[in-house]
């Protein structure tokens, strides 16, 4: 594949800007972080006229789209994941120029982008997704009769998707908002991350050849580019765009949130957005395993420089115990080699984020290394901050997301204050706890208190690498989400990208399939209550 430079707007050529006549920002280029490079292709960025044009596609493709059977959806999305595995060294070699991540990393993305595509592909073709249930008539009913009532969900509409920094595949183009939107039966619109235009191209051309050879309309997708945030400000106010995905910045995904919320007709915006995925270490497994509790905690922190949505910032360890297990910390970050970060402006971001907290006083600075003299622009050390529960009780900024390799370890007097602190918490993706069985059941308070706090609750493990699965998720309450009552991995993921709608006393031709007596389909239904896959008499 060819890299061009320009969006994906269906099946309509690209225009330049003399072509088109409108208002476009500055054509950008991505760099590979290792080495400062520019590279080529250069991208154009997208103009008003083409979101128009996008939007416009998209609407045109959504009845016909959100009609397709599971078995068609799903013929798509596994035809999408097999065209990546089929340009895997190219996309590999690409995103490792643009984002300078480690090829296994980035091999394994690409495995992981494309079991997310079959996972929804499974699960539109058995159909069961769709919450069907039938409540039937009782004409004899008194007082009042009750009328036939079936109702499922559908889709809602063209969905914008923001690709990701710091997942250059799973997270963009291809990623899971874009594979759960496809599933539910909306057509996509993907505004690419500006740090990995050619990544998300080459990505962008399999989607769209396999829209082609699906027969399906071209508006199924289209890729823009843009390296600000005039062409993202213009899709979620679009009056065609029905719900928003994004995973990024807490200021960059409030801001999407505000736009879809003050629209006149507002939609949903799915933001993940911030986390510091708070660990508690308990005494009984500081004393049997300290060691190798040093070695995986630092390796999870730093684990992708840092920037993870899931990187551990928040470390809770009881003060008579923390010396010992905060010197074994500090040496593994003096013992580090530099980190590369993603992009010039996340590793400035990082610096000057640490330089805040180290400055004010509200926690002190444990590691040595050095973050003024790097060299690269892009390079960074890892950073370990100390404070006590007091006083992140009295700063809540230190709550904040760092994103990059540091966290902030605090001590605890005793189990009081250790409470206290996991109900000052915020919402966030995931929470930590490290300890034995014992030290599990002396704490069923504190579990109690952080399942209001977060997405994932995690025993004896780390909470970087989420698995891709039915029963993961990948979300949390609000400033982690934007909705704590989604995911954003795994099958349920489908959920926000549809709605319920009721059928009442319709003839049974004009039901869709999922709702007919003969239940043609063959899914779970709840019918009168009861969940049930038999068909029903005519």
């Known amino acids: 594949m060819t890299l061009t430079g320009r969006s994906i707007i269906g099946d309509l050529p690209a225009k330049d800007a003399k072509q088109s006549g409108t208002h476009r920002d500055a054509p950008f280029s991505a760099i590979n972080p290792a080495t400062g490079q520019v590279l080529d292709p250069e991208y154009l960025s997208a103009s008003a006229e083409d979101v128009e044009r996008a939007t416009s596609a998209a609407e ?6 959100s009609q397709c059977s599971g078995t068609e959806k799903a013929f798509f999305l596994r035809a999408i994941a097999q065209g990546l595995e089929a340009i895997r060294d190219s996309l590999v070699e690409r995103a490792n120029l643009e984002t300078a991540l480690p090829v296994p990393r ?22 069961s997704w769709v919450m069907a249930r039938i409540d039937r008539a009782l004409p004899s009913r008194t007082p009042a009769p009750r009328p036939d009532l079936r109702s ?90 029905k719900a928003v995905g994004f995973t990024g910045s807490l200021a960059g995904g409030r801001a999407l949130m505000d ?14 957005m911030s986390s510091t995925n708070p660990v508690f270490i308990l005494s009984g497994a500081l004393r049997e395993r300290r060691g190798q509790i040093a070695t995986d905690l630092y390796a999870s922190i730093t684990l992708g420089a840092g920037q993870f949505c899931t990187k551990p910032g928040l470390v809770f360890l009881p003060h008579d115990e923390a010396d010992g297990m905060l010197d074994q910390l500090q040496h593994f970050a003096e013992q580090s080699s530099p980190f590369t970060m993603l992009t010039q402006g996340i590793a400035a971001q990082f610096s000057r984020t640490v330089a805040e907290r180290k400055n004010s006083g509200r926690a002190q600075y444990r590691s040595t290394s050095d973050n003024a003299n790097i060299g690269s622009p892009f390079t960074t050390h890892a950073t370990l901050l100390t404070t006590d529960a007091a006083s992140l009780e009295n700063n809540p900024r230190l709550n904040e997301e760092v994103f990059g390799p540091s966290a902030l370890l605090v001590s605890c007097k005793d189990r009081e204050q250790t409470l206290r ?12 706890i490290l300890g034995t069985a014992k030290d599990f059941d002396r704490n ?43 995911t954003s991995v795994g099958s349920q993921a489908i959920f926000r990208f549809a709605r319920p709608v009721c059928y009442q ?31 029903l008499p005519e």
Do not use: W
């Not at 045109?60 to 789209?65: D, K, L, N, S």
């Not at 998720?473 to 009552?485: E, K, W």
């Open 421 to 432: 602190a996991a109900e000052s918490l915020q919402g966030h993706l995931t929470a930590t």
């Open 505 to 535: 006393n319709f003839p049974e031709h004009a039901l869709p399939q999922e709702l007919r007596n003969s239940n043609p389909r063959g899914i779970f239904r709840m019918v009168d209550g009861n969940m049930t896959r038999e068909s």
């Open 152 to 241: 499922m969900l559908r889709p809602l509409g063209p969905v914008v998707v923001f690709g990701a920094s710091n997942f250059p595949l799973a997270f963009s183009v291809a990623g899971g908002d874009t594979a759960s939107a496809l599933a539910a039966g909306n057509p996509v619109i993907v505004k690419a991350h500006p740090a990995h235009p050619g990544t998300s191209e080459l990505a962008g051309q399999v989607i769209a050849s396999c829209v082609r050879a699906a027969g399906l309309p071209s508006g199924v997708f289209s890729l823009l580019f843009d390296n600000g945030t005039t062409i993202g400000t213009a899709l979620v106010n679009h009056p065609r765009v």
């Open 60 to 65: 045109q493709a959504f009845p016909v789209y």
């Open 259 to 272: 736009i879809a919320a003050t629209r006149p007709d507002p939609i949903p915006c799915y933001a993940e």
């Open 444 to 486: 069923r308070d504190l579990v109690a208190i952080l399942e209001r706090k977060v997405g994932r609750l995690i025993f004896n493990g780390y909470p970087t690498g989420v698995e891709v699965s039915h029963a993961m998720v990948h979300g949390g309450p609000y400033p982690a989400t934007s909705d704590g009552r989604s």
């Open 106 to 127: 980035l091999q394994g993305e690409v495995t992981r982008t494309a079991n997310q595509l079959r996972l929804f592909a499974e699960v539109v073709e058995e159909g």
